[in-house]
Nanobody, 125 residues
């Protein structure tokens, strides 16, 4: 499935951004959606995910209490609401998808088979 991520930008520390990722077609509801990020010189990090049933969600420890993942199947979109942003959150954020994955903890890049193009988030201090 072709994914389109957007919503990145430049924000001051303590600010907020909402990333969105859309996918075409009427099978979006069957996809577990994830967000990864990759800072310069680092490996791609698993940040958040929401299962295709919306029952299970995952947030990496460093963003808990600040980020929220949600989805709107009627609009074929998954959101990553990012609050209280820190300079360490600066990275290119990628959305990813895989069908019918129920458990979302402990996943990595190899567990997802569709990727968006990435959107840059820059947090200034």
């Amino acid at each position: 499935v072709q994914l389109q991520a957007y919503g990145g930008g430049l924000v001051q520390a303590g600010g907020s951004l909402r990333l969105s990722c859309t996918a075409p077609g009427d099978i979006f509801s069957s996809y577990t959606m994830g967000w990864f990020r990759q800072a310069a010189g680092n490996e791609r990090e698993y940040v958040a995910a929401i299962s295709w049933t919306s029952v299970n969600t995952y947030l990496t420890d460093s963003v808990k209490g600040r980020f929220t993942i949600s989805r709107d199947n009627a609009k074929n979109v998954v959101y990553l609401q990012m609050n209280f942003l820190k300079p360490d959150d600066t990275a290119v954020y990628y959305c990813a998808a895989v069908r019918f994955r129920t458990l979302v903890r402990g996943l990595d890049v190899h567990d997802f088979d569709s990727w968006g193009q990435g959107t840059l988030v820059t947090v200034s201090s």
